[in-house]
Nanobody, 119 residues
Framework: QVQLVESGGGLVQAGGSLRLSCAAS????????MGWYRQAPGKQRELVAS???????NYKDSVKGRFTIARDNAKNTVYLQMNSLKPEDTAVYYC?????????????WGQGTQVTVSY
């Protein structure tokens, strides 16, 4: 069984930093795209950043220059370094990955981790 486990959320003051991690485990053959989404109360889930296996990245405009996504293919892990955090970054952050396993593949989500940025 494939699963994604996140860690690293918390409470931080505006201007501070947090680092999120998400590790995939199970009978994994390969992972193509890995990404981070977030959902604030009353809002739709939105893509924050994504990275493909070769390293090409994509960012939501409002986080460019502040957030950095990276992955360790050997560890099946994706990271999100968040700097210069703003109150509007407050949300539940979800890890996402399209995983190919022996016998199939699919889209997987982590359990979510709360990020709260105070004024």
């Amino acid at each position: 069984q494939v699963q994604l486990v996140e860690s690293g959320g918390g409470l931080v003051q505006a201007g501070g930093s947090l680092r999120l991690s998400c590790a995939a485990s199970g009978s994994i053959f390969s992972i193509d795209v890995m990404g981070w989404y977030r959902q604030a109360p009353g809002k739709q889930r939105e893509l924050v950043a994504s990275i493909i296996r070769g390293g090409t990245t994509n960012y939501k405009d409002s986080v460019k220059g502040r957030f950095t996504i990276a992955r360790d293919n050997a560890k099946n892990t994706v990271y999100l370094q968040m700097n210069s955090l703003k109150p509007e970054d407050t949300a539940v952050y979800y890890c996402n990955a399209f995983i190919t396993y022996y016998g199939g593949g699919g889209d997987y989500w982590g359990q979510g981790t709360q990020v709260t940025v105070s004024y």
